[in-house]
Every structure is written in C-alpha cells, then in structure tokens.
C-alpha cells in the first residue's frame, strides 16, 4: 500500500529546515514503536501527546527562523538591487554632465572663435575706415588733399570699437555664467537623487 505525500515530495521534503524533517522522523518512529507488541498503549499515547506538542513547538521556531532568514536575505537583494540602480543612475548622470560639459565647451569654443574674427573684421574696418581719412590722395586729378578726420570723428570711431569690444567681451562671460549654471544645476540634481535614494536604504 502505497502512501500518498502529494506531487514533488523529495523538493519538498529537502526543502523544509533540518529540525523538522527531524520532527518529522520523530513522529513516524513513534509510531512504529505503537506497534511493537511490549508497547504500552496508554503509555505510548501520553508520550505521543507531549512529543507531538514539542514537535509542534520546534517546527514552529524552525519555521520562524527560516523566514526571518528569507527577510533578510530579500532586504539584502532590494538593497543590493537599490545601490545598482543608484550607481547606474550617477554614471547616466555623469556621462550627461560630461557630454553637457563638452557640448558647452564646443560651443564657447564657437562664440569665441566667432567674437575674434569679428573682432578682427572691426578692426580692419576702423583702421581702414581711419587711414582713408587722415591719408593724403595721391592720385586725385586735381592733386587735392583729402581733409583729414576731425577729433569728433575719431572720438566716435573710438568709442564703436570700446562699445563692440564691450559687447564681445559680455557675450563671452555670459555664455560662461551659463556654462556654470547648467554644471551647477546637474550637480544638485544628482546630490537630491542620491540622498532620496539613501533614505530609502536606511529604511
């Protein structure tokens, strides 16, 4: 005669703690000892009643015992989980900081580079504009000489060229200001991530 344990008994059999496979075999010698002729019943049933309330009692402490191991053991995944997903999260972070940082530098690179040249084209322009009236014409047909720039006129030139490298100049540290605003805003979201995310693992 067969005994029916159910589908996937040996899993599990081998998958409850060693104390109550223990308690387990405890019972099933028990009752074979019922069977032996020299066996007391009334004897037999007394001890059976104290062993099964203490079987009962161990099974229960085992059992505890295994789950607050599967808590911890689930706190330590989450945790280990958590701290993957908050070091991936700062290397996103940093890799945007990063490209940002390049983006802005090629870019401060650009407006330079294009304040220079533009810097340069005044220039020419002022000296060229400059050198046409304060030269003599040498091949007037008249021979006249062209009336030299007067102090006004090169008082207004002066202040073009302070006033476009002033411009140049503002142009510059604002995209720099700006530069610094975005780095900085990057870093203080990255601080208020891990923080949240620390509390978390407190938790």
Request: proline fraction near 2%; aromatic fraction near 6%; include cysteine.
């Amino acid at each position: 005669m067969a005994l029916n344990v159910g589908p996937d008994f040996k899993q599990r059999w081998l998958g409850v703690p060693e104390s109550v496979r223990q308690a387990y075999l405890d019972d099933l010698n028990r009752i074979c000892d019922v069977l032996k002729p020299d066996t007391s019943l009334d004897a037999w049933v007394d001890y059976d009643q104290q062993q099964q309330q203490y079987s009962l009692a161990k099974i229960d402490f085992a059992y505890t015992e295994l789950k607050a191991h599967l808590i911890e053991e689930a706190k330590i995944r989450n945790q280990l989980a958590l701290e993957q997903k908050i070091a991936k999260k700062r290397a996103e972070q940093e890799a945007l900081a990063l490209q940002l940082q390049l983006d802005e530098e090629r870019k401060f690179a650009a407006e330079t580079e294009k304040l220079s040249l533009l810097r340069q084209s005044l220039e020419q322009e002022v000296h060229a504009y400059t050198a046409r009236y304060t030269q003599n014409s040498h091949h007037a047909v008249n021979h006249i000489s062209v009336v030299p720039m007067n102090q006004n006129d090169l008082s207004m030139l002066e202040n073009l060229k302070l006033r476009l490298e002033l411009e140049s100049d503002a142009l510059i540290e604002q995209a720099v200001t700006i530069f610094r605003a975005k780095l900085h805003t990057a870093a203080h979201e990255e601080i208020e991530y891990l923080l949240k995310n620390s509390e978390h693992i407190e938790k």
